[in-house]
T-cell receptor, first 118, second 112 residues
Framework: GAGVSQSPRYKVAKRGQDVALRCDPI?????LFWYQQALGQGPEFLTY????????KSGLPSDRFFAERPEGSVSTLKIQRTQQEDSAVYLC????????????????FGPGTRLTVL | SQQGEEDPQALSIQEGENATMNCSYK?????LQWYRQNSGRGLVHLIL?????REKHSGRLRVTLDTSKKSSSLLITASRAADTASYFC????????????FGTGTLLAVQP
């Protein structure tokens, strides 16, 4: 079946521009995660949704970052007034996990969006 | 911030040899997972080991977990050129969220 898809795959933005990154999770997956991966580093958690509810946004680096999942399926990560330090690969993952806190279910990752801020 | 550190940071071996990567983490965990990442296929889940397990196998992969030392190892046997990738361990944060906290990764190069 189809995996997690993300668009665009590459995005170049001028400093100060707003960007929107899209994630289509695996159909039926309740949990959705966004991670940020800087060059040469492991992914770092940004935010987590269970259906349409954003249960954890502790990893969002500033109030310029905003994520939503209004119908509990597709999610959008928006970055306002982009800065050079926002340059990274943004990864989306989904999992079937039905009950938070029980223990992590396998997360399936999309290919990521590589954002370059000039 | 990263939960764990992986060792070595980079590893180069010949095809057919075994590769061992280690991961250390800082806090109590529910489980630990290993992922592989290369440019062709993104981040792919390899294996999950729960905190009450000590060893797990999947094909050419063998994972061990020592919760007393807060460490895990991933062994890839009979390596192939296609195993060339970065390998990450990831631990769950526990509590009310299911987020993963990744290590810094090991870059494995398998020479044909």
């Amino acid at each position: 079946g189809a995996g997690v898809s993300q668009s665009p795959r590459y995005k170049v933005a001028k400093r100060g521009q707003d960007v929107a990154l899209r994630c289509d999770p695996i159909s039926g997956h309740v949990s959705l995660f966004w991670y940020q991966q800087a060059l040469g580093q492991g992914p770092e958690f940004l935010t987590y949704f269970q259906n349409e509810a954003q249960l954890d946004k502790s990893g969002l680096p500033s109030d310029r970052f905003f994520a939503e999942r209004p119908e509990g399926s597709v999610s959008t990560l928006k970055i306002q007034r982009t800065q050079q330090e926002d340059s990274a690969v943004y990864l989306c993952a989904s999992s079937l996990a039905l009950l938070a806190g029980v223990g992590t279910d396998t997360q399936y990752f999309g290919p990521g969006t590589r954002l370059t801020v000039l | 911030s990263q939960q764990g550190e992986e060792d070595p940071q980079a590893l180069s071996i010949q095809e057919g040899e075994n590769a061992t990567m280690n991961c250390s983490y800082k806090t109590s965990i529910n489980n630990l997972q290993w992922y592989r990442q290369n440019s062709g296929r993104g981040l792919v889940h390899l294996i999950l080991i729960r905190s009450n397990e000590r060893e797990k196998h999947s094909g050419r992969l063998r994972v061990t977990l020592d919760t007393s030392k807060k460490s895990s190892s991933l062994l890839i046997t009979a390596s192939r050129a296609a195993d060339t990738a970065s390998y990450f361990c990831a631990t769950d944060a526990g509590g009310a969220t299911n987020k993963l906290i990744f290590g810094t990764g090991t870059l494995l190069a398998v020479q044909p």
